[in-house]
């Protein structure tokens, strides 16, 4: 186990500093594709989450003004706003970085990450860390292209055999990269078996920028046990957060304070979906944005703990009238079994 303010039982009430910028909390929303849309983003800010990144923006389409990633890379009221992009040629995620910063972007983070074949296949994502050279270069052309800090999500390798997260760190620092956010499973693991914290702890050892620790992540005892195993300036939260975005504010005040706060009362939770859908509505437009908000309206269910939860869920996920979406969320979060509950 590597050292911590956390294992010193001290939390993490200090700013942490990220090339020139100063982050005043320690939990961050995660990339997700087809999940972290500018609503949920929102949502996750104005709850406390400390820093909110966009889905995976593939560079080559953004840099070609394609509509669609624009839309994801969408950053107003989206608290600290970091765009990801996910690509294989350095001047392409060179020119998509300059794009992002021009539109507001407040960090540029590089997806080495990504296990899905279709990106690998072409040379971007997880594959990066089987290919350093590659790695090295988009990292050197992203980080000259633009003022602001740049960051790399990674996993801890390609598979067992090639856990090379501590070289890729080393060289990635030595770029200019500011913070490193390691996924602790290797690329061949996808999302199985549980995430290996201590792992991200070689990472930590081997840099001097920060390093925040990501996988596993759903509890606040939770936050404190990954933050412990791997020293880890800071904790990312991802599949956890859907349907309870307000959970990484929980986590980022809990670290901040080491203590938990009061639980987000229904009535604040209702608002936060309510939110959450319509944005999704106004971005999308009425038909996209009900599609796109159905699994965001599964979870909301799925989450609320109510005793009906599972009929309601059912049927937010085959309303076809928003105003009908409307009023089922009120009903989820007006349900007497939560309301007496809370
Ligand atoms: C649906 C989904 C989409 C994801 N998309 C991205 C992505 O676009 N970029 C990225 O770096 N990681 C992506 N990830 C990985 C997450 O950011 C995170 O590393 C992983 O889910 C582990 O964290 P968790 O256990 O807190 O979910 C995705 C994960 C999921 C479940």
Redesign the pocket.
């Given at each position: 186990m590597t050292s911590s303010a956390w294992n010193l039982g001290k939390p993490f009430g200090a700013p942490l500093h990220i090339g020139g910028v100063r982050l005043d909390g320690r939990a961050f929303l995660?990339?997700?594709?087809?999940?972290?849309d500018p609503g949920m983003r929102r949502v996750a800010s104005r709850f406390g989450a400390t820093l909110t990144?966009t889905?995976?923006i593939a560079a080559d389409l953004y840099a070609r003004g394609d509509a669609a990633n624009r839309l994801k890379a969408e950053g107003a009221g989206a608290g600290f706003h970091v765009v990801?992009i996910?690509g294989r040629d350095p001047y392409v995620m060179a020119e998509a970085a300059r794009l992002a910063q021009d539109s507001g972007a407040l960090m540029i983070?590089i997806?080495m990450?990504?296990p899905a074949k279709k990106v690998t296949s072409g040379y971007a994502g997880s594959h990066l860390m089987r290919d350093l050279g590659l790695a090295v270069s988009l990292i050197r052309t992203t980080v000259a292209a633009v003022r602001i800090p740049v960051t790399l999500?990674m996993r801890l390798g390609w598979d067992g055999q090639s856990l090379n997260a501590p070289e890729l760190g080393r060289l990635a620092e030595a770029e200019g990269i500011a913070m490193l956010?390691v996924?602790g499973?290797t690329r061949c693991q996808f999302?199985s078996a549980k995430?290996d914290w201590t792992a991200i702890g070689e990472v930590k050892k081997a840099v001097s920028i920060p390093v925040v620790a990501?996988?596993?992540?759903?509890s606040l005892a939770d936050a404190a046990a990954i933050l412990a195993q791997s020293g880890a300036d800071a904790v990312?939260?991802?599949?956890?957060?859907i349907g309870r975005p307000w959970f990484v504010g929980d986590v980022a005040f809990y670290l901040a304070h080491g203590k938990a706060r009061a639980e987000t009362p229904p009535a604040k939770r209702k608002g936060a979906a309510l939110e959450h859908y319509e944005t999704l509505l106004e971005l999308f437009g009425p038909l996209q944005g009900l599609r796109h908000a159905r699994k965001h309206l599964a979870a909301y269910a799925e989450r609320a703990g109510v005793v009906d939860g599972a009929a309601l869920r059912q049927r937010l996920v085959r309303l076809e009238c928003p105003s009908a979406v409307r009023s089922t969320l009120c009903q989820l979060y007006d349900s007497p079994s939560l309301t007496e509950a809370a």
């Open positions: 995660a990339p997700m594709a087809g999940v972290t990144v889905e995976m990801q996910a983070d997806n990450g990504c999500k956010t996924h499973r999302y995430a990501n996988g596993d992540c759903a990312m939260i991802g599949r956890s957060a």
